[in-house]
């Protein structure tokens, strides 16, 4: 079964920090690690990644991936409020068709 | 619409009563999902239609859950007897699957149920 770990469970920051939130893997099948941020409903897709070591960018947000450590971190530089979220790691896998997500990281962005 | 489109938005019912949540994909998804999401929770996934193929309900909690699909399109999600560990948010999601990559899910604002 595949098991996928975000850490922290919670952070905290202000305006203008950058935050490193992270998520390991455990699959027999991968095949891609997506990041999602849920702002009050809907979780909204950000990144999509396959390949270790090729960052993917957007903006202040940024991510990569490591194949062989098994896991992922997603980078947000001079945060905003509006950075407030759950942020949710995914993983597709050994559980086909579906993907299998983390508990998520709640980030709270104080002016 | 273009996005994925949930109903109702919030359901408050009564212990043991029966409810239904239903779903509309983005038009021409192929693969529609069920997902759960309770307070403070990540996604626990429910069930998951491809097409014509046979649902995979691996995920479902108990035979009080079923969900169906109609004519490939809404999914109709149904909790038989609730209970109150029943209360979370029912998020539908949708993708235009191409080969054995999940790939990006669209999904849904999600119904809120809240068993009393």
């Known amino acids: 079964e595949d098991k996928v770990v975000q850490s922290p469970l919670s952070l905290v920051v202000h305006e203008g920090d950058t935050v490193t939130l992270n998520c390991s893997y455990e699959?027999?099948?991968?095949?891609?690690l997506l990041w999602y941020k849920q702002e009050k409903k809907a979780p909204t897709f950000l990144f999509m990644l396959?390949?270790?070591?090729i960052e993917k960018k957007s903006g202040r947000l940024s991510s990569i991936l490591d194949k062989k450590e098994l896991f992922s971190i997603l980078n947000i530089t001079a945060t905003q409020t509006g950075d407030s979220a759950i942020y949710l790691c995914?993983?597709?896998?050994?559980?086909?068709?579906?993907?299998?997500f983390g508990q998520g990281t709640i980030l709270t962005v104080h002016p | 619409g273009a996005g994925v489109s949930q109903s109702p938005s919030n359901k408050v019912t009564e212990k043991g009563k029966d409810v239904e949540l239903r779903c509309d994909p983005i038009?021409?998804?192929?693969?529609l999902y069920w997902y759960r999401q309770s307070l403070g929770q990540g996604l626990e996934f429910l069930i998951y239609?491809?097409?014509?193929?046979?649902?995979?309900k691996s995920g479902l909690p108990s035979d009080r859950f079923s969900a169906e699909r109609t004519g490939g399109s809404v999914s109709t999600l149904t909790i038989q007897r609730t209970q109150q560990e029943d209360s979370a948010v029912y998020l539908c999601?949708?993708?235009?699957?191409?080969?054995?990559?999940?790939?990006?899910?669209?999904f849904g604002e999600g119904s809120r149920l809240t068993v009393l």
């Open positions: 999601a949708s993708s235009q699957r191409q080969g054995p990559n999940t790939g990006e899910l669209f």
């Open positions: 699959v027999t099948n991968f095949r891609s």
């Open positions: 396959t390949s270790s070591g």
């Open positions: 995914a993983v597709d896998g050994t559980s086909y068709g579906k993907l299998t």
């Open positions: 038009s021409g998804h192929t693969a």
């Open positions: 239609f491809q097409g014509n193929s046979a649902p995979d």
